[in-house]
């Protein structure tokens, strides 16, 4: 059987200082039949010239240039639209994949028909140093705990689009990963997570997922004007997030 292709969609914005890591991490998959679509943000450093000098000698990296500064969410879903592949798979350009991370998501999602699959990832320092510390993913997660957690890494998930059909992402500067996560699970039940850490995620010091503020500020933005949650609900979710967010802090930290 053919192995079905998979887009992996990447926003860049000033990434030279890691970026040719995570595409070398791609390009090191077993699971060969992949496109990486990098969507520079009109950085001002060195990361559209790395792009450039990796295409040259991989034809499954493709370039895509923004006009203007538009924020991840544009860049993912210009992404999503130019994805050619029925699965989508997401990377961020400071992470790094395990080499079987595509081989052994897709074919767990072929064999039990499984639309939306993450997986555990492992907390690396800036400098690439790995830790002992990993965020287990669950074997799987409905919406209502989703609203809960944060477990979900972006760069751990696939999307199956021949379940889930085309989607984009929320326009919002923050949160719309697991705003679109939250959509799609309107339409599935479940997202089912894989033990393995097949992700090192990547801990820099002035990325939008450092500032606790503005995670906060995040978090409350996608219940009450992506979600519609009422009042009431939302600091009963918000709850569940703040005691969990804190958990996996102090696990990080630890």
């Keep these: 059987m053919n192995k079905p292709l998979v887009s992996i969609i990447t926003p860049v914005y000033n990434s030279g200082k890691f970026l040719s890591e995570t595409i070398e991490s791609i390009q ?3 699971y060969t039949n992949w496109q990486l679509l990098l969507v520079d943000d009109c950085s ?3 990361s559209v010239e790395i792009i450039k000098d990796y295409q040259k000698h991989d034809s499954r990296i493709k370039f895509i240039q923004l006009e203007k500064n538009s924020g991840a969410a544009v860049s993912r879903n210009v992404g999503l639209k130019n994805a050619e592949g029925r699965f989508v798979a997401f990377v961020d350009s400071d992470d790094l994949w395990n080499s079987k991370k595509l081989e052994t998501q897709v074919n767990y999602m072929l064999k039990e028909n499984i639309g939306f699959t993450f997986t555990s990832y492992r907390y690396m320092k800036e400098d690439g140093t790995r830790t002992n510390k990993v965020a287990r993913a669950p074997k799987k997660i409905d919406y209502e705990n989703l609203l809960k957690n944060t477990i979900i ?6 999307i199956d689009k021949d379940i889930f059909g085309e989607f984009e992402m929320p326009y919002v500067r923050r949160g719309q990963d697991t705003a679109t996560w939250l959509k799609l ?3 599935e039940k479940y997202a089912y997570g894989i033990y393995e850490d097949l992700v090192d995620y990547r801990l ?3 990325s939008i997922s450092s500032n606790k503020l503005k995670a906060i500020k995040r978090t409350w933005n996608t219940y009450r004007n992506i979600e519609k949650l009422s009042l009431p609900k939302s600091i009963y979710v918000f ?6 967010a804190i958990k996996k802090r102090i696990k990080k930290e630890n």
């Design 28 to 30: 090191k998959q077993t």
């Design 44 to 46: 001002s450093d060195n």
């Design 153 to 158: 890494g972006c760069s751990t998930v696939v």
């Design 185 to 187: 699970l309107k339409k």
């Design 204 to 206: 820099v010091g002035n």
């Design 239 to 244: 709850c569940f997030y703040a005691y969990n």
